[in-house]
């Protein structure tokens, strides 16, 4: 079975620049995760679906940044205006919770590593 | 809310050392506890899981037992190799919520 999928797996742009990444989760999975990771703040989660639905957003840094999922099979993840700070790895994560659950275990993508010049 | 604190790293051993990664979490009810493994420029993987008291989860030579009594799941291998090299991440998932530790970060020399 194909494990998440994300792309591009590299970027770089230049400030003021609109940057969208994207990610497949596994199939039969209802969970998505959306994390940063840094060498400073280390890994952090930005934002999470369950079926499609938006659970937590409280990690998105600032209204640059948003995400979507319009169907189980797709999601992205904008940031507008891009900025230096914004550099980092981006990693989408999916699972398939119990009924009652929205969280349990994570699969994680290969990551889209973000330069912003 | 629930929360992870792991060992701070990096830690450095010899190949064929004893390896123990300290992890202690909160959480109300019981949660499943996990072992993330992330290689050098790689995404992070599931190592191991256990989803109740005195569970042990095992994988790659890696086991953590879930200590409900010390708030407790250690990891541990009796012999490391260099290709253990890596960061590890201990977390937790309660169903609501899911929490990772900081990470340590391993260094196995030859």
């Known amino acids: 079975d194909a494990g998440v999928i994300q792309s591009p797996r590299h970027e770089v742009t230049e400030m003021g620049q609109e940057v969208t990444l994207r990610c497949k989760p596994i199939?039969?999975?209802?969970?998505l995760f959306w994390y940063r990771q840094t060498m400073m703040r280390g890994l952090e989660l930005l934002i999470y679906?369950?079926?499609?639905?938006?659970?937590?957003d409280s990690g998105m840094p600032e209204d640059r940044f948003s995400a979507k999922m319009p169907n189980a099979s797709f999601s992205t993840l904008k940031i507008q205006p891009s900025e230096p700070r914004d550099s980092a790895v981006y990693f989408c994560a999916s699972s398939r919770p119990g009924l009652a659950d929205v969280t349990d275990t994570q699969y994680f993508g290969p990551g889209t590593r973000l330069t912003v010049l | 809310g629930d929360s992870v604190t792991q060992m701070e790293g990096p830690v450095t051993l010899s190949e064929e050392a004893f390896l123990t990664i300290n992890c202690t979490y909160t959480a109300t009810g019981y949660p499943s506890l996990f072992w993330y493994v992330q290689y050098p420029g790689e995404g992070l993987q599931l190592l191991l899981k256990a989803t109740k008291a005195d569970d042990k989860g095992s994988n790659k030579g890696f086991e953590a037992t879930y200590r409900k009594e010390t708030t407790s799941f250690h990891l541990e291998k009796g012999s490391v190799q260099v290709s253990d090299s890596a960061v590890y991440f201990c977390?937790?998932?309660?169903?609501?919520?899911?929490?990772f530790g900081p990470g340590t970060r391993l260094s196995v020399l030859p």
């Open positions: 679906f369950n079926n499609n639905v938006p659970i937590d």
């Open positions: 977390a937790l998932s309660d169903g609501q919520n899911f929490v």
């Open positions: 199939s039969g999975h209802n969970s």
